[in-house]
């Protein structure tokens, strides 16, 4: 990729901070390579955190958002911060899934996007969110997210 691609980028090789909310973070995009083959790009985020809205206590998560880009891919480091935003971000597990997915979502017009919220449990009960646009175009290999369910101690 050619540096002028990512001229305008504000965060790539800077020192950028994290946005003190979602909303307020910068996702940044560069241009797809290859417009016009159908591939997966996939991110893992194994060690996502938020806050649960009502007592402010720490939720964790493994999301895992796969995507087939159009013409515009996510930068990863933008990616990162976006979701390091939420660390003190209060929201419910299923408000914090579907607001990512929508926010790509609406910056990336992607083909199909995909996420899995794999969270880790509170008060007992592990709760998963997915989320997908539809369904993925034929002839593309979507594998499985690879997270499994939660099962305690074991």
Same mark, same amino acid.
């Given at each position: 990729?050619s540096?002028?691609?990512?001229d305008?980028?504000?965060q790539?090789?800077q020192n950028?901070a994290?946005?003190?909310?979602?909303d307020?973070a910068?996702?940044e995009?560069?241009?797809?390579p290859h417009?016009?083959?159908?591939?997966v790009a996939r991110?893992s985020a194994?060690e996502?955190?938020s806050l649960?809205p009502v007592?402010?206590?720490?939720?964790?998560?493994h999301l895992?958002?796969?995507?087939i880009?159009?013409?515009l891919?996510?930068?990863?480091?933008s990616l990162k911060?976006?979701l390091?935003?939420?660390?003190n971000?209060?929201s419910f597990?299923?408000?914090?899934?579907?607001?990512i997915a929508?926010?790509l %979502?609406a910056?990336?017009?992607?083909q199909w996007l995909?996420?899995? &919220?794999? #969270?880790? +449990?509170r008060? /007992?009960?592990p %709760?998963?969110?997915?989320?997908?646009t539809g369904?993925?175009?034929? &002839?593309? #290999?979507? +594998?499985?997210? /690879?997270?499994?369910n939660?099962?305690?101690?074991?």
């Amino acid at each position: 990729m050619s540096k002028k691609s990512t001229d305008h980028l504000s965060q790539l090789g800077q020192n950028a901070a994290v946005a003190a909310s979602p909303d307020e973070a910068v996702l940044e995009c560069v241009s797809n390579p290859h417009i016009g083959t159908p591939y997966v790009a996939r991110f893992s985020a194994p060690e996502f955190t938020s806050l649960c809205p009502v007592t402010g206590q720490p939720d964790f998560a493994h999301l895992v958002i796969d995507y087939i880009p159009n013409k515009l891919l996510v930068e990863s480091k933008s990616l990162k911060l976006f979701l390091t935003s939420f660390r003190n971000h209060g929201s419910f597990h299923e408000g914090c899934t579907i607001d990512i997915a929508k926010r790509l %979502i609406a910056e990336l017009e992607p083909q199909w996007l995909r996420i899995g &919220g794999y #969270w880790y +449990p509170r008060g /007992g009960i592990p %709760i998963d969110v997915f989320y997908q646009t539809g369904e993925a175009p034929d &002839g593309v #290999w979507i +594998p499985p997210q /690879g997270v499994d369910n939660y099962r305690g101690r074991g």
